[in-house]
């Protein structure tokens, strides 16, 4: 293979990389739409199977609560940690809200 083969290749490789991650993306973001608490007094705590769900500041300011449930569900489908889906998906927010 030549070099020019092998490096558009390779281009083509983080291309797809990319749009893989812009998918992933934009999918937290309709997550969070889906799972954001709107008034944290009126429904930031929730019981759930004898637990109390909150509504996380995973973000900065302007940015949504988002449920503490959804979000140990979501980050265990990003096959990340519980910290650091927790900031992943923050920055993720901090992005959209923005």
Partial sequence: ????ALLAGLRAGVRVREESVVAEWAGIVEWA????VADPEAGAA???DGFVDTG?????EGAPLVSEFAL???VAVLGRSP????????RVL????R
Avoid at 56 to 60: E, K, T, V
Avoid at 94 to 97: D, Y
């Fill in 1 to 4: 293979m030549t070099s020019s």
């Fill in 83 to 90: 910290d650091g889906g927790r900031v992943y998906v923050g």
């Fill in 72 to 74: 140990m569900e979501l």
């Fill in 46 to 48: 929730t019981i759930r």
């Fill in 56 to 60: 996380l500041p995973i973000a900065g």
């Fill in 94 to 97: 901090e992005c959209a809200w």
């Fill in 33 to 36: 739409a889906g799972n954001t």
